[in-house]
């Protein structure tokens, strides 16, 4: 890999947009080589940070033959709460759905316990006649003469966006459909989202929520892919444009603009890809993707080869999370990043994030006028980044400035020196991370010890081995160039289209014949998406699922169903699938008990070609006099203040080895390897560290 190559034309690239940093990799299909770009995120203009990075990277667009984006922008919106103006119109006597929600409480005895705080306010709910039998049919003819007048109101309110929901519309959209294009002719310029586009499932409370979000980030996102649309044009590119879904697949960019709510976690699904190609080339059937970029910290499994998927996500903490329906890979978040802020609060307690820095104004070692300390503060008092080392050199970090941070905001409230004060805020970061991981791994009834911890984002290195030592995890594999590895991952993305539709039947009552009727709707639907895209895949493969539980349950779990089980109408085999998939997830299972299917799933994949990962030089156990480039006094919490030695990434060769305390460096990203492991480079450049301070 290098930061600079000659190019030739007919490029892959892919950007990927962060809290704090934009992230460039292309692949030059011509001579194999990977070219990387790193530049801050621009807020008041996100295309100009991709700019930058491709820039950096020694290419440009006019180059390039296909364009992969991802970005947090979505999710962003939805967190910050800087949406549309919006609506929501549904059923006449359920405006409420939205806020009632579920009555959950994670925390019940928790007097100051507040519920989910809905996008929208109750008066931008507004009802109209119309109502469905569950079956679908018609029980109350949508009344169009009301959503006419309520048209004029909305015209007048200066609305940007609309949400439909409409009771049942999952089984017969036809009451939406017509409410759409009544909307569209006369709000011309404003966004309207039904909900049946987004999820054909049950649970009217989560449709409601997944399109009232998808209406509410609606504009933005689209003036924003407009705008990048547009711009790269400008810049000569004439190649096809693909956003990268939650699911880690590739879709079209018109989809992109209409469906939104795809995309919420494009950046970090497509870290979890590149985990899984990693994986790949390694031979490794499991592992954890870890990572750590400026704002937060996400972690996603690969389980037996394939990253794991859900059919839900949560958008904020659970106790007021948001729930979206609709496919996503599996990721757990936290709010600790390199950007996130240490404070004292009431009592003398130390906290971390979820606030951050961003990259405005950024970390008080930036010098752009921050003040406050933030992990990244932390990490350079205590010597584990270099103040000339920072993105290579590119970027000088101000000491005394984060010093000083640290002194005013916590160390001196705290009665601490910086150095404790910092190394305080370091543990906490560990303990916070940790909990991303277990949200993917412990609670989805696997051991996180068990699996091997792949880190990456431009502050995952630096915190990998504390985190595994906090749930026993003993190796740790860091990737070539891990601070790129979100936009390195889009280049492993297939296209991809995720159907589910509600299906509530006992198992013993299956119609195989139906049901299959249903799966090869989906399979044709997808593969004529396929087919209309612009790249042409190597082959298509089709997945199928059912969402099941035992009758009386309310919730269900997704097993995966090999296709030969509904060929042969193996009830029993499916029955002893979904009796292994819920006692791994909650520890117990009924195979006496009678099961019933409650959706059907299918994900239907264009398989596209892929880069392929280039071996470095091969080399003894000695690490070469070049890549060793000094001491530099670090402290850890075992041995205080040491030299530790520090190493050039770049110049390591297959085989080398090290023992900790030391420092690897390379342009984005610094990896820590605490006293007591060892590390050493494997033949694609990956850096394999044994943790021999993991918890058992």
Excluded at 9 to 23: H, M, N, Y
Excluded at 257 to 281: D, F, K, N, Y
Excluded at 351 to 377: F, K, L, N, Q, W
Aim: glycine fraction near 10%; charge should be negative; hydrophobic fraction near 40%.
């Amino acid at each position: 890999m290098t930061n600079r190559e000659e190019m030739q034309p007919r490029l892959r690239l892919a950007a990927d947009i962060g809290g704090t940093f934009t992230d460039v990799a292309a692949f030059d299909q011509t001579n194999k080589r990977l070219l990387l770009g790193k530049s801050l995120s621009t807020p008041r203009a996100m295309v100009e940070g991709i700019e930058a990075g491709v820039g950096k990277a020694g290419t440009a667009f006019s180059e390039a033959g296909l364009f992969l984006h991802g970005s947090t922008v979505a999710i962003n919106t939805m967190l910050e709460r800087t949406g549309a103006r919006t609506v929501l119109i549904t059923t006449r006597g359920f405006r409420d759905v939205y806020e009632i929600g579920r009555i959950n409480r994670p925390d019940a005895y928790n007097l100051f316990f507040q519920k989910h705080a809905p996008l929208i306010a109750r008066e931008y709910c507004y009802e109209v006649t119309e109502r469905l039998y569950a079956d679908g049919r018609v029980f109350k003819p949508l009344d169009e003469t009301e959503l006419e007048a309520l048209a004029d109101v909305l015209a007048r309110e200066k609305i940007e966006a609309v949400a439909i929901l409409f009771l049942h519309c999952y089984r017969n959209p036809a009451h939406e459909l017509r409410a759409k294009e009544i909307l569209q002719r006369r709000l011309p310029g404003v966004f309207i989202s039904a909900s049946h586009e987004l999820s054909q499932e049950y649970r009217e409370f989560e449709r409601c929520s997944t399109v009232v979000a998808n209406a509410f980030i609606g504009p933005r996102v689209q003036r924003y892919l407009t705008e990048i649309g547009q711009r790269i044009k400008g810049e000569g590119f004439k190649g096809n444009f693909l956003v990268v879904q939650s699911t880690g697949g590739l879709f079209e960019l018109d989809k992109a603009r209409t469906e939104c709510i795809r995309i919420l976690e494009s950046g970090p699904a497509s870290g979890v890809i590149g985990t899984q190609a990693m994986c790949h080339a390694l031979g490794m059937d499991n592992a954890i993707a870890f990572d750590m970029g400026g704002t937060t910290a996400k972690a996603g499994v690969i389980l037996n080869g394939r990253a794991l998927t859900t059919g839900q996500a949560l958008i904020g903490s659970y106790d007021r999370a948001l729930p979206i329906q609709v496919a996503t890979i599996d990721i757990f978040e936290v709010g600790t990043g390199g950007g996130s802020i240490a404070r004292v609060e009431h009592g003398g307690a130390l906290h971390v994030g979820p606030r951050s820095a961003g990259a405005e104004p950024g970390p008080a070692c930036y010098g752009r006028g921050g003040t406050e300390p933030t992990i990244t503060d932390a990490n350079l008092l205590l010597g584990r980044l270099g103040a000339d080392r920072f993105l290579g050199g590119e970027m000088k970090l101000d000491v005394a400035a984060a010093e000083k941070a640290m002194a005013d905001r916590v160390a001196t409230p705290l009665g601490l020196s910086t150095t404790d004060a910092a190394n305080g805020i370091l543990r906490i970061a560990a303990t916070k991370m940790s909990y991303a991981v277990k949200g993917v791994t412990t609670e989805r009834g696997l051991d996180a010890g068990s699996f091997a911890l792949v880190a990456y984002g431009g502050a995952g290195p630096l915190h990998a081995t504390a985190v595994a030592r906090e749930l026993g995890i003993r190796t740790v594999i860091i990737p070539r160039a891990p601070g790129h590895f979100s936009a390195f991952g889009m280049l492993f993305s297939d296209l991809r289209y995720d159907f589910v539709r509600t299906w509530f039947i006992s198992l013993e009552q299956l119609d195989f014949a139906a049901l299959e009727a249903t799966f090869a709707e989906f399979e044709a639907e997808g593969r004529a998406a396929i087919d209309a895209s612009a790249i042409a895949p190597q082959e298509v493969t089709v997945r199928r699922a059912l969402d099941m539980r035992y009758v009386g349950q309310e919730h269900s779990v997704t097993v995966d169903v090999p296709q030969e089980l509904f060929d042969a109408g193996d009830r029993a085999a499916i029955k002893a699938l979904f009796d292994a998939v819920h006692l791994q997830r909650y520890g117990t299972s009924a195979p006496s008990e009678r099961a019933e299917i409650a959706s059907l799933r299918t994900t239907v994949t264009g398989v596209v070609e892929k880069p392929g990962l280039e071996k470095i030089a091969a080399g003894t156990a000695v690490p070469p006099k070049e890549a060793h480039t000094g001491t530099r006094r670090a402290y850890f919490e075992e041995v205080g203040f040491v030299e530790t030695p520090t190493f050039a990434r770049a110049a390591l060769l297959a085989g080398n080895r090290a023992e900790g305390p030391a420092l690897i460096e390379e342009h984005a990203s610094t990896t820590v390897v605490l006293p007591g492991d060892i590390v050493e480079v494997d033949a694609l450049g990956n850096l394999l560290i044994t943790v021999f301070g993991a918890r058992s």
